[in-house]
């Protein structure tokens, strides 16, 4: 079984929103931060956001700034997207994976140890 597991993506109409689910497996999440990744068709995959293991900490990029929010519930073993406002640009496949918090690389794509494998979030009408 994957470490980290996502759920919750799907197809939804511009302006509409989802809640993607990072569920950990085998793994205190407490000790991980999360990054949060998406990769569209023919594209690079590239940052969202990433949570700090506490959840104190959240920097986002600048695309999804003011519509996407991360969240995490520790208790739970589970990190949470909320998207918003989504734009069909948003399409991709989004993966969260995470790092330990104190290694201090942030989430930087190729710092992270565990990965999920990924739901497709697709923004059409």
């Known amino acids: 079984q994957l470490p980290l597991v996502e759920s919750g993506g799907g197809l939804v109409q511009p302006g509409g929103s989802l809640r993607l689910s990072c569920a950990a497996s085998?793994?205190?999440?407490?000790?991980?931060?999360i990054g949060w990744f998406r990769q569209a068709p023919g594209k690079e995959r590239e940052g969202v956001g990433c949570?700090?293991?506490?959840?104190?900490?959240?920097n986002y990029a600048d695309s999804v700034t003011g519509r996407f929010t991360m969240s995490r519930d520790n208790a739970k073993n589970t990190a949470y997207l909320e998207m918003n406002f989504l734009k069909p640009e948003d399409t991709a496949v989004y993966y969260c994976?995470?790092?330990?918090?104190?290694?201090?690389?942030?989430?930087?794509?190729?710092?992270?140890?565990?990965w999920g494998q990924g739901t497709q979030v697709t923004v059409s009408s």
């Open positions: 994976a995470g790092t330990p918090y104190n290694r201090g690389t942030g989430c930087k794509r190729d710092e992270m140890d565990v």
């Open positions: 949570i700090s293991n506490g959840g104190r900490i959240k």
């Open positions: 085998g793994l205190s999440l407490d000790y991980y931060n």
